[in-house]
């Protein structure tokens, strides 16, 4: 793999990452949440079935920044259901960068890209784990920001992966398209999820911790 093509995957990652989280606020400042999660249900039945028919390169990079647009409208739908207040997006864009060029120095100065790319695989994993118990038992938005900061990184070094640990013919476009893919299905999966688990809670007469959500007027 070209030093070049590593740098264009890893860069477009980045600004599809930041498309996601100016998207995330300013849905979160103009949508309602009813419109936002049906945007999402809808983009979600569609998005597996065009992933598969798209061969153009134009329409392929239309195709991933809609998926950047519409994971970022997901995550906007959380916070607006549950009616608190969303994430600092420039704090988490900061600590996402400086996260993904370790990531991008560890596979450039090592030979060893596959096992580089499996160790970055499960930092992600573990970083999803910590934000689901932050998320659970500590600050709601900080956990729920950082699973879903490590959601979209996982699902780029699955990417890599897919290619890394196979004889393919390296192809950001085709990394990036399958990435984002991925991170907005994940997205929306992990927002679901923790809808659905929140009336179960409530339906169960198990409430949240006092001070664990902040509410913000309408």
Same mark, same amino acid.
């Given at each position: ?23 995330? /606020? ?9 419109? @936002?999660? &049906?945007?999402?249900? =809808?983009?979600?039945? %569609?998005? +597996? ?55 991008? /120095? ?9 096992? @580089?790319? &499996?160790?970055?695989? =499960?930092?992600?994993? %573990?970083? +999803? ?90």
């Amino acid at each position: 793999m070209k030093l070049n093509d590593l740098q264009k995957t890893v860069v477009i990652s980045l600004l599809l990452f930041i498309i996601t989280q100016i998207t995330a /606020f300013i849905s979160y400042k103009v949508l309602g949440n009813g419109w @936002v999660l &049906v945007l999402s249900g =809808i983009w979600m039945l %569609l998005t +597996i079935p065009i992933f598969l028919l798209l061969k153009r390169k134009q329409t392929t990079i239309l195709y991933m920044l809609i998926n950047a647009v519409m994971a970022g409208v997901t995550i906007a739908g959380y916070y607006l259901y549950e009616n608190i207040a969303i994430y600092n997006i420039t704090t988490v864009s900061l600590c996402y960068i400086a996260i993904l060029a370790v990531n991008y /120095f560890a596979m450039h100065c090592f030979k060893f890209e596959r096992n @580089v790319n &499996v160790i970055f695989t =499960i930092m992600s994993i %573990l970083g +999803i784990l910590v934000g689901i118990s932050n998320w659970v038992y500590g600050d709601l938005v900080v956990g729920s920001s950082i699973v879903f900061a490590s959601v979209m990184l996982l699902c780029l070094n699955i990417s890599f992966m897919c290619y890394l640990n196979k004889e393919r013919e390296y192809d950001h476009w085709k990394i990036l398209k399958l990435s984002t893919m991925l991170q907005f299905g994940s997205v929306f999966f992990a927002v679901i999820t923790a809808i659905s688990e929140g009336k179960m809670i409530e339906f169960s007469g198990d409430f949240w911790p006092d001070g664990k959500k902040e509410s913000v007027p309408k």
